[in-house]
């Protein structure tokens, strides 16, 4: 009879969101009945679409809001370079999903980035009601911040669309195979990490190729584009290593690679990565 009751009352608290245009905030506690809040702070026109500018935590964030939101408010989540290459973008806020971009920059994907995304994930689903599971996207670096948050919250991520996606710390910045070095970048993760040896740093850091369990058995697809010339961020030493070990692990990953391309992002034609995450990320 409890357990009747339970039923009951859940399904009646489904049924007035539905009705009062409210929703089931995504929070770890359970469904809150609320209505969304409109998002703060300053507003500007970003491809013809309206962009918010405001703080979570004391750092910026930025949303761009679709004309109107597709069902669910499904929403796209990058770790770096915002704008850079924004075909898909643009085409994804046509279809009804939200941008969002929160800048925490230097911080390599590091625990301090991952702690941030989490109040921000929690702010963005639970007070201005975006769905529970974003679509990320890992630009280079910010292939770093999409896996480790992702490897820590797997059941609140749709999708992964990497772009010539960082995936291993030893490639780049440390450069201990063909990737380039980068002594600027290593001192920051060093930094980062709180160690004054690179032999530290590899027994602390969070490394997408060494964390891809919990993805694959939360069945979370990816999509990698990668260029076969790249010699910052080797395909070899990063995308098709996820890949092989993705697979291994039983995960869906399609990796799309641009013959003779170096470090160059997106594709001519980006029907390919707007599929997927229109396909995945709702």
């Not at 859940?10 to 609320?34: K, N, P, W």
């Not at 809001?65 to 704008?83: D, K």
């Not at 639970?126 to 292939?143: D, F, I, K, M, N």
């Not at 997408?208 to 010699?231: I, K, N, Q, T, W």
């Given at each position: ?38 998002f ?6 970003w491809?013809?679409?309206?962009k918010?500018?405001?703080?979570i935590n ?6 761009v ?36 971009y ?6 390599f ?19 201005y ?15 770093l ?12 991520v ?7 996606p ?45 964390h ?6 939360a069945g979370?697809p ?5 260029g ?5 961020v ?13 697979k ?6 399609t990796?799309?690679?641009k ?10 034609d ?11 990320g709702?």
């Amino acid at each position: 009879m409890t357990r009747l009751l339970h039923f009951l009352t859940a399904g009646m608290l489904l049924v007035t969101c539905l009705l009062f245009g409210s929703r089931l905030a995504a929070d770890d506690q359970g469904g809150v009945c609320q209505t969304p809040q409109e998002f703060p702070g300053t507003s500007s026109l970003w491809n013809g679409y309206e962009k918010k500018d405001f703080e979570i935590n004391g750092r910026p964030v930025l949303v761009v809001i679709p004309r109107q939101a597709a069902e669910g408010r499904p929403w796209i989540w990058h770790g770096e370079f915002f704008g850079h290459r924004p075909n898909p973008d643009i085409a994804l806020l046509g279809r009804g999903f939200h941008l969002v971009y929160t800048r925490i920059s230097d911080q390599f994907g590091g625990p301090v980035a991952v702690d941030h995304w989490n109040q921000v994930y929690r702010e963005l689903t639970q007070t201005y009601g975006l769905g529970a599971r974003p679509a990320l996207v890992g630009t280079s670096r910010g292939g770093l911040y999409c896996y480790n948050w992702a490897a820590a919250n797997p059941q609140k991520v749709s999708c992964i669309f990497g772009d010539a996606p960082v995936c291993d710390i030893q490639s780049w910045p440390m450069g201990r195979g063909k990737g380039k070095r980068s002594d600027a970048e290593v001192a920051k993760l060093l930094q980062v990490y709180g160690v004054t040896t690179e032999d530290e740093l590899l027994k602390k850091v969070l490394n997408p190729v060494d964390h891809l369990e919990p993805l694959a058995r939360a069945g979370v697809p990816l999509l990698h584009v990668s260029g076969d010339a790249d010699d910052i961020v080797p395909l070899e030493e990063n995308t098709r290593v996820i890949e092989d070990r993705y697979k291994k692990l039983g995960g869906k990953m399609t990796v799309i690679v641009k013959p003779g391309i170096a470090h160059v992002h997106g594709l001519d034609d980006s029907t390919p990565i707007i599929e997927f995450i229109d396909r995945h990320g709702r």
